[in-house]
Each structure stands twice: as structure tokens, then as C-alpha cells.
């Protein structure tokens, strides 16, 4: 089974739609992302957590909000769709220590019309 | 600002060997990651440097040289498998998130 999964994993929607992005981990990590991938410009972090309590915004926070339910899920919403954030979004979790890297979810790609 | 810069694109022959460069400004140091990434998927860790030096790791070594800001990935013995994206990434411990690269995309030609 997979370690960090996404739902769903395909998503066209309409502009003014509201979409919500869900993740689930099994890996007992604290810290969570959320990222976009647009081709030429690499993965940006959107929203992260550290903790259940705690929700920092990322460089690209506008227009999306995110809801950390328990230490395993962590959910993105988009609350009026637009088509700019079509996209490929992926979440991710690591370990609190330093040398601890990322690992990412399949990724949802989402188109927005 | 924070910036981090690596090729678009680069281009080498299967069995051969291949240097993708990293250059980085960042508020934060907390060691630097590669990733590769295949179309379409996620991406998946290859290395970790904090320290000044190489390591290496099989087929893949990476070298930092943080006074420079500078990190490389060398991948020898290139396999038609290892066409993928590479992305460079800065831990910033200041918030202990990472900054991301654009991405080099590696093709490995017969």
C-alpha cells in the first residue's frame, strides 16, 4: 500500500466550482505540504503544516485553503475554481528531523474550464 | 530573494556521464535534496548533502560546496531509465520547508 495517498487523482471542473484535494499518510510524519506543479516553473509550496494545530501559508497561498483534520490528513480546497490553477498538485510529508526528505503522493491533476 | 537555479534541459548518451548543476540564494540552509521525477509522477529522493563534500551513492554522487552556494548531481553510466526531471531543493531552517528548482530535464539518447 502506499505510504501518501491522494484523492482524487484526475479532477475537470468548472470556474466557480469549489474542489477540495484530499491526502492521507500512513508514515506517522508530523510535517505535511501542499504543492502546484506548472510545467517550467518546478513545484511550489502552497500551504504547510507541522502539527495538527499548527497551518503555515506557503508562497502561493491565494485563492486556496487547507484543513489539517488529523496528524494523517490534510486536505486543500479551492473555493471558487479558476482555470489558472490548472495544474498538477501534490502533497507531501517529511519527518521533523533535518535530514529527513520529502515524500510525495501521487499528485491530482486538476483541470479547472 | 530566494533563488534556485539549475539547467532546463540537458542531453547525454546512454553509458555516458552527466553534471547538473544547482546554484542557490536562500534565507535558510538546512541541507539541499535532489529528486528525480518521471513524467507525470511524483517525485522521489536520490540524495542529501548539509555538509560540504560528495556523496555517493551508487550509480549517483552529489556534491556541495555551501560557501558557494553551489551543488551538483552526477549520474555516470547513464541507463535510458534515468530520462527524467532533476529537482534541486534547499531546506530553509528557518521554517524547515523546502525551496524548489524549476527542474532539469535529463535525456538520455542510445
Known amino acids: 500500500d502506499a505510504d501518501v495517498t491522494q484523492t482524487p487523482r484526475n479532477r475537470i471542473t468548472k470556474t466557480g466550482k469549489r474542489i477540495m484535494l484530499e491526502c492521507s499518510q500512513t508514515?506517522?510524519?508530523?510535517?505535511m505540504y501542499w504543492y502546484r506543479q506548472d510545467p517550467g516553473l518546478g513545484l511550489r509550496l502552497i500551504y504547510y503544516?507541522?502539527?495538527?494545530?499548527?497551518?503555515n501559508k506557503g508562497e502561493i497561498s491565494d485563492g486556496y485553503s487547507v484543513s489539517r483534520q488529523a496528524q494523517a490528513k490534510f486536505s486543500l480546497s479551492l473555493e471558487s475554481a479558476i482555470p489558472n490553477q490548472t495544474a498538477l498538485y501534490f502533497c507531501?510529508?517529511?519527518?521533523?528531523?533535518?535530514?529527513?526528505?520529502?515524500?510525495f503522493g501521487p499528485g491530482t491533476r486538476l483541470t479547472v474550464l | 530573494g530566494q533563488n534556485i537555479d539549475q539547467p532546463t534541459e540537458m542531453t547525454a548518451t546512454e553509458g555516458a556521464i552527466v553534471q547538473i548543476n544547482c546554484t542557490y540564494q536562500t534565507s535558510g540552509f538546512n541541507g539541499l535534496f535532489w529528486y528525480q521525477q518521471h513524467a507525470g509522477e511524483a517525485p522521489t529522493f536520490l540524495s542529501y548533502?548539509?555538509?560540504?563534500g560528495l556523496e555517493e551513492k551508487g550509480r549517483f554522487s552529489s556534491f556541495l560546496s555551501r560557501s558557494k552556494g553551489y551543488s551538483y548531481l552526477l549520474l555516470k553510466e547513464l541507463q535510458m531509465k534515468d530520462s527524467a526531471s532533476y529537482l534541486c531543493?534547499?531546506?530553509?531552517?528557518?521554517?524547515?520547508?523546502?525551496?524548489f528548482g524549476a527542474g532539469t530535464q535529463v535525456v538520455v539518447t542510445p
Open positions: 548533502n548539509v555538509l560540504d
Open positions: 503544516s507541522f502539527d495538527v494545530k499548527d497551518i
Open positions: 531543493a534547499v531546506k530553509d531552517d528557518s521554517w524547515g520547508k523546502f525551496q
Open positions: 507531501a510529508t517529511s519527518a521533523s528531523a533535518s535530514n529527513n526528505e520529502q515524500f
Open positions: 508514515k506517522g510524519h508530523d510535517r
